[in-house]
């Protein structure tokens, strides 16, 4: 069967694109913007990538045009398939009825860790030999795509809460009918299809009341909200997290690459890990996703080795590159608590490296960190969160916001900042500015939910032609690679 999808390059139906291939369909699409990793990721495939949704890809004459929810009334080739009475789908229920109906389908939901969790997920299971079929909403450095069939009996999926459609205005998770469901957290956000908070529950309940009586609901504890969603009516087991009677970390060391920790449920010790992932959010993930892979089956010894060996998502705290003694990382954070989280994930990491590379009475200095963002969210975008920027952004030395295209005034609300924080309409500004700015041992972290203009590549080139500041810190304060490394075993 041809199958053209509309919408290709986001990371969903980029998934769905890889997974169809693997099934044997020959696989076209088409999307407006086309940026890394999910473009790579296409190219690899061999499936091509029609710039536009113009309306003479009719020529076509595909079996089934699947339909990404980037695409809305009006797209000139979906009112050419429309007029043609044409067959569609959506992507979620396409995958629905094509793949995971004879699936045992573990779903990871939340505002934020998704991503991360479900990668960490599929890998467990993977290390356990049970060869999982995943579609995730990132690349994971373990597998060299973000969705793959899989050969086993379990499929390991990012349930996003947002619209499946245009026409199917109900969220995608909906459609998965999962037996093991992961509740993360829940927070506002998608101010474009959520009048408040209020609705976004009840979409969540909504997948709670698909998990069946023998399947397994796995949530945070300590969030309101997902307790406002299980107060609405749960039919299945419950296994809490983050509560002193749940699953949980204790006895945390962080280090230069990660933390140690000891998984605790109630007051049992279950075991030590050594996750190679920074921050209390990233622990959170990784606890969820040892409960969730213990509930088909995996034994906890062999889920907490696999996370020590898990090699982390792309733009999630990716490195980029070093130029002149600065490291330029890239992460996906928008919402401000995944930004806040970020920034606490990255100052730990920085603190222990500092930590590890000074003696005995020596005062431990460490190089400063430089949050580059861009409020690019159609949440962020709208103001809905804006009041909450200038507090995700306090443990960051210095604050760079690109402000272009906002409809509100990003220098107002980063005010509290003081002399801390510079907004810019143009990119090419902004990088100048943190050229000028950086010093050796600098942390220059970029987070936004888009490709950012390329942010990164220009942050690496404006370094590289200039030379070192006078006030340049190479000292103690600037941990080389190899001090990095010796501090990290220190770690365990």
């Known amino acids: 069967m041809h199958i053209h999808i509309l919408g290709i390059c986001g990371t969903f139906m980029g998934g769905i694109a890889a997974i169809a ?59 050419a398939i429309l007029d043609a009475g044409l067959d569609y789908v959506s992507g979620p229920q396409w995958l629905a009825e094509q793949v995971l109906r004879s699936q045992w389908v573990l779903a990871v939901a939340g505002t934020h860790g998704k991503t991360t969790t479900a990668s960490l997920l599929a890998w467990v299971l993977e290390e356990a030999g049970m060869q999982p079929g995943f579609l995730i909403g990132g690349v994971a450095a373990n597998f060299p795509v973000s969705a793959r069939l899989g050969a086993g009996r379990f499929f390991v999926i990012e349930a996003d809460e947002y619209d ?128 969730a892979a213990a509930h088909v089956g995996v034994d906890f010894s062999i889920a907490l080795s696999a996370l020590g060996r898990f090699a982390g998502v792309k733009r999630r705290l990716e490195v980029k590159g070093r130029e002149r003694g600065v490291t330029v990382l890239d992460d996906f954070a928008h919402h401000p608590t995944a930004i806040q989280a970020t920034i606490a994930g990255l100052r730990a990491r920085m603190d222990a490296a500092a930590r590890g590379t000074v003696g005995e009475g020596t005062r431990a200095r460490r190089g400063r960190l430089l949050a580059v963002v861009e409020p690019r969210s159609n949440t962020m975008k709208l103001g809905a969160m804006k009041a909450m920027l200038a507090d995700s952004l306090q443990d960051a030395d210095l604050v760079f916001c690109h402000a272009g295209g906002l409809d509100w005034d990003a220098a107002q ?9 510079r907004t810019f309409d143009e990119i090419d500004s902004l990088v100048q500015a943190v050229a000028r700015e950086a010093e050796e041992g600098d942390q220059v972290l970029a987070m936004s939910n888009g490709a950012f203009g390329g942010v990164h590549g220009k942050l690496l080139a404006a370094l590289g032609k200039g030379a070192p500041r006078a006030g340049s810190r190479a000292s103690a304060a600037a941990p080389s690679d190899a001090d990095t490394s010796r501090a990290a075993h220190q770690c365990g």
Not at 222 to 235: F, I, N, S, Y
Not at 413 to 421: D, F, H, I, K, T
Request: charged fraction near 20%.
């Open 21 to 79: 291939k693997e099934a044997g369909h020959r696989v076209t699409g088409c999307d407006a913007n086309v940026y890394p990793p999910m473009s790579d990721q296409l190219r690899a495939l061999e499936i091509e990538a029609i710039e536009g949704f113009g309306a003479d890809q009719l020529s076509l004459q595909p079996d089934l045009w699947l339909i990404g929810n980037v695409v809305s009334r009006g797209n000139p080739l979906m009112e």
């Open 164 to 291: 499946t459609a245009f026409f199917d205005k109900r969220s995608k998770f909906v459609h998965y009918r999962p037996r093991t469901a992961v509740l993360n957290n829940l927070e506002f956000d998608h101010a474009d299809i959520f009048p408040d908070l209020e609705a976004i529950e009840v979409q969540f309940h909504h997948l709670v009341r698909t998990v069946p009586r023998t399947g397994k609901v796995i949530h945070d504890a300590t969030q309101p909200a997902l307790q406002r969603v299980l107060a609405r009516g749960c039919w299945s087991e419950t296994e809490p997290l983050g509560s002193a009677g749940g699953w949980r970390a204790e006895r945390v060391v962080e280090c230069t690459d990660g933390a140690e920790f000891m998984l605790m449920h109630g007051s049992r010790p279950i075991g030590v890990c050594n996750l190679p992932l920074s921050g209390a959010h990233n622990r959170a993930n990784a606890i969820a996703a040892v409960v």
């Open 413 to 421: 609300v980063l005010a509290p900042l003081g002399l801390r924080a």
